[in-house]
């Protein structure tokens, strides 16, 4: 018996610790395990937006627990525009600047220029702390590349989240390829070590979809407090399927795709147990023949006109729907 007990709490503590180490990883990776996106992709600014991407950049945040004492990097796969992964256009081009921002003026809660969603309003806010443009050079084709070192407190510090905050803005400066890419977050640069609590989030998720009529995509976006409801906007999904929004409340509704180079939109209710959790939109590929090379463009905001996040690794964990049962009381005779 006691023997039976022993092994039942190392069965218990095992257990445990897979759940802590895989919600650790889904947190560092950009997009997140749980996303099963390929890549990101930002076109060079000569390109058409008919390919998918409907302003030639792309803006994410990193949040770093204050409790986080170490230094760490923020790494770029594949950040060159050539070779394996990235989408040509005749012939390679492109260049492409990544660039690292911390300090005062990072934090999209605090600063709304810095979401870079306001048509001609500057969105490089903060204290620039690492740059590079890559262009068509195999040294980095399928490799890392790493941002860093760079101490917590470089950031901007966000007092409700107990993080601080780093922004990172990939731009197609020159050129009119697709260059497909990946962040992670890690403790140390020549591999892939997380960084305990930490998250990424985006206003606008430009990404590809897999070439794979079976393939599922998700991204989660974060319902806070006082949501009544939000506009969901897509652009350029070339009616490549369907377009689900999954909670613990929604079954799965669906919301109007967009063709080639168009934005759909469609107002979601939202309702009171779906406020301070994440929803779960997925993304359905057409079954009838493949959509190749399906480049998307996803933003949402709330009544008021507020930018939702989405995070790559979901706060509260991935939504899946629980049926709400009614109990009948009976009475006795």
Not at 80 to 98: K, L, P, S
Not at 179 to 189: A, D, E, K, Q
Not at 195 to 211: D, I, L, Q
Not at 317 to 326: A, E, H, N
Request: negative net charge; charged residues 25%; contains cysteine.
């Amino acid at each position: 018996m006691k023997g039976e007990k022993i092994t039942r709490y190392k069965i218990f503590i095992i257990f445990i610790l897979v759940i802590i180490i895989r919600l650790d990883l889904t947190g560092q990776a950009v997009p997140g395990k749980d996303e099963n996106i390929p890549f990101l992709v930002t076109f060079g600014k000569n390109g058409e937006t008919s390919w998918g991407d409907n302003d030639f950049s792309s803006i994410f945040f990193f949040t770093i627990p204050k409790d986080f004492k170490q230094q760490f990097y923020i790494k770029v796969f594949d950040p060159d525009c050539g070779g394996e992964h990235d989408e040509i256009q005749g012939f390679f081009d492109t260049r492409t600047m990544f660039s690292v921002y911390g300090g005062k003026g990072v934090d999209p809660d605090k600063n709304e220029a810095s979401r870079g969603l306001l048509p001609g309003v500057d969105f490089k806010t903060g204290n620039l702390l690492a740059s590079r443009v890559f262009g068509n050079d195999s040294r980095y084709d399928n490799k890392y590349y790493s941002f860093g070192p760079f101490n917590p407190t470089e950031g901007d510090y966000n007092e409700k989240w107990q993080s601080y905050i780093f922004k990172i803005i990939c731009e197609g400066i020159s050129g009119d390829d697709g260059n497909l890419y990946r962040y992670f977050l890690s403790r140390v640069p020549d591999a892939e070590q997380p960084v305990e609590g930490a998250n990424a989030f985006t206003y606008e998720y430009t990404f590809r979809m897999w070439n794979d009529n079976k393939s599922v995509s998700h991204i989660y976006p974060y319902v806070d407090t006082g949501v009544v409801w939000i506009r969901q906007r897509n652009f350029d999904w070339d009616d490549d399927g369907t377009i689900l929004v999954v909670s613990r409340y929604k079954q799965g509704i669906t919301v109007p795709i967009s063709n080639e180079d168009d934005w759909a939109m469609s107002r979601i209710p939202i309702e009171p147990a779906e406020v301070g959790k994440s929803l779960d939109f997925q993304f359905h590929k057409k079954q009838e023949y493949l959509v190749r090379n399906n480049n998307v463009v996803v933003s949402l905001e709330n009544q008021r006109g507020d930018a939702l996040k989405f995070y790559s690794s979901p706060i509260g964990g991935v939504p899946v729907y629980q049926p709400v049962t009614t109990i009948r009381k009976i009475q006795k005779k």
